[in-house]
């Protein structure tokens, strides 16, 4: 076995908390199993149109049943944490109301079944699957929506607090909401126009704050953040004025989702902009959705380049050109800078005391070779340089204390179905069958170095 070292020029601090990403509706399966209740995810992947192929997350990688298999092969990855999310529908199957213990059961037995294996959980309480009951009375347009998410994440934080230490309210409520309610890409599939799309997006981020608060309560030495994809914003090139530009892109272009929970305001620019489409909100709100948190997880996929301009915010955004390289999901542009930009942009505006790359990875064709073997060389060059770019911020100071890999296992990719892989490990979906690819293979490598070579 390699050594592991914590002096080399590429090492990564010691203690670098190297990990793996899934969410629950990606991965477990088992949909009407263990007293789940329907979620907004079943309802649409079963609404003809709506997925690639008609796909849904039915049996997904049948993890629900294969946990045990899969930590161990973790385990063998040398895998130090594992990001996991859980579905509001199996603890709470109407969102609201009575407990199902059978679901509390099952976040039980992988979570002792994870530190058994030296892998420290960290949770997500809500990767996109709304109990479909709570979207029968409005879903996220519903301000009682955060409150019943606050009560939920109180009361699951405090049944799994001897064995969740870590965890995360929300992932992606940029994503949630733009493609859930705006394009309507993504479930519930609807666009509900400009205004409306404020005012659930202020009562997305309050349910983080409100969830933030009731879990102090609930347990205590819980360490709180969430998961967001922030625009990662980079000065199209290192320039004073261009960086500088950069920096206000990322306050302005995250204003209504980090900016207001870092921040504790909505930009001026942010509610001037929308006018009279701003969001109805109270002072007290704001106290609530910037209630202090330990972390924030970003997800960085793509990069958002950004020029100075002689304008009144001082930037406009660059799309990116025609030719501009992208992975096999064509929104997956290559931009391994953006995993340097964005932590640092981020801690330049707010200074959260810990950032974790909560997210990062990207889709191949991932053929098999004849030898039966996964030479997934775009996506092993796409994870060399962009955790390049993180050992650069890392090296200058940006506090990011771990890095979760998006994705353990090929899984359900939404609306692509099964038709985009992002796992570093290969899962035949007729026999559930893994086989770790070559990405799989530098990760372990990096790992068991704590190093890039
Ligand atoms: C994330 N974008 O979504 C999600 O958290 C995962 O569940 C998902 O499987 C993964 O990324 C890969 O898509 C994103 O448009 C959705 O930039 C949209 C974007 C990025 C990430």
């Given at each position: ?14 203690g ?7 969410a629950s ?6 949909a009407?199993e263990?007293g789940?209740?329907?979620t ?6 079963h ?9 849904t ?11 045990p298999?899969?930590?161990?092969f973790?385990r063998?990855?040398?895998?130090k944490?594992c990001?996991?999310?859980i579905?509001?529908?199996?603890i ?23 530190l ?18 709570l979207?029968?009375?409005g879903?996220?347009?519903n ?10 994440a109180g ?5 799994l ?5 870590n965890?995360?309210?929300t992932?992606e ?14 479930a ?10 404020a005012?659930?997006?202020h009562h ?24 967001e ?7 199209v ?17 995250n ?15 942010y509610l ?7 969001p109805?909100f109270t ?11 330990d972390?924030?997880g970003v ?6 380049y ?11 955004s ?12 064509p929104?997956?542009?290559v ?8 932590p640092?942009l ?38 060399r ?14 506090p ?21 892989r992002?796992?570093?490990?290969y899962v ?22 704590n190093?890039l070579?």
């Amino acid at each position: 076995a390699p050594t592991p070292h914590t002096s080399g020029p590429r090492s990564f601090p010691a203690g670098f908390l190297w990990g793996s990403a899934t969410a629950s509706y990606q991965v477990e399966g088992a949909a009407t199993e263990g007293g789940r209740g329907p979620t907004i995810w079943d309802t649409f992947s079963h609404t003809p149109g709506k997925t690639h192929n008609g796909d849904t997350g039915d049996v997904a990688d049948d993890f629900y049943h294969r946990y045990p298999e899969d930590v161990k092969f973790m385990r063998g990855l040398g895998l130090k944490t594992c990001r996991f999310s859980i579905a509001w529908s199996r603890i709470f199957p109407n969102g609201t109301g009575a407990p199902n213990q059978a679901g509390i059961d099952f976040y039980r037995r992988l979570t002792e079944t994870l530190l058994a294996n030296g892998i420290e959980p960290y949770a997500t309480l809500f990767h996109w699957d709304l109990p479909q009951a709570l979207q029968d009375k409005g879903g996220w347009e519903n301000r009682d929506t955060a409150k019943a998410f606050a009560d939920y994440a109180g009361f699951i934080a405090g049944r799994l607090s001897g064995t969740v230490r870590n965890i995360m309210t929300t992932n992606e409520i940029r994503s949630f909401t733009e493609i859930g309610y705006g394009s309507g890409r993504h479930a519930p599939g609807l666009q509900v126009g400009r205004k409306r799309l404020a005012q659930l997006t202020h009562h997305a981020v309050l349910a983080h704050g409100l969830a933030v608060r009731a879990i102090r309560a609930s347990a205590p030495r819980a360490k709180l953040g969430l998961a967001e994809n922030s625009s990662a914003t980079v000065p199209v090139i290192e320039a004073p004025e261009h960086i500088a530009a950069a920096r206000i892109a990322m306050r302005e272009e995250n204003a209504q989702y980090l900016g207001v929970i870092l921040s504790g305001k909505y930009t001026d620019h942010y509610l001037r902009k929308l006018g009279a489409d701003a969001p109805q909100f109270t002072a007290e709100d704001l106290a609530a959705i910037s209630s202090p948190i330990d972390f924030v997880g970003v997800n960085v996929y793509t990069p958002d380049y950004v020029r100075a301009a002689d304008n009144e915010i001082g930037y406009v955004s660059v799309p990116p050109p025609a030719s501009f390289p992208h992975m096999l999901s064509p929104w997956l542009t290559v931009g391994p800078e953006a995993l340097y930009w964005a932590p640092r942009l981020i801690h330049e505006n707010w200074h959260p005391k810990e950032q974790f790359i909560t997210e990062n990875g990207c889709s191949s064709t991932d053929q098999m070779a004849p030898d039966g073997e996964i030479y997934d060389t775009d996506r092993v060059m796409y994870l060399r340089n962009y955790i390049a770019n993180m050992h650069r911020a890392v090296t200058e100071g940006i506090p990011i204390k771990g890095y979760f890999l998006w994705s353990l296992l090929d899984n359900y990719e939404w609306a692509d179905g099964y038709d985009k892989r992002f796992g570093i490990t290969y899962v035949d979906f007729k026999t559930q069958k893994r086989t770790l690819k070559l990405s799989g293979h530098l990760y372990k490598e990096i790992i068991a170095r704590n190093s890039l070579m």
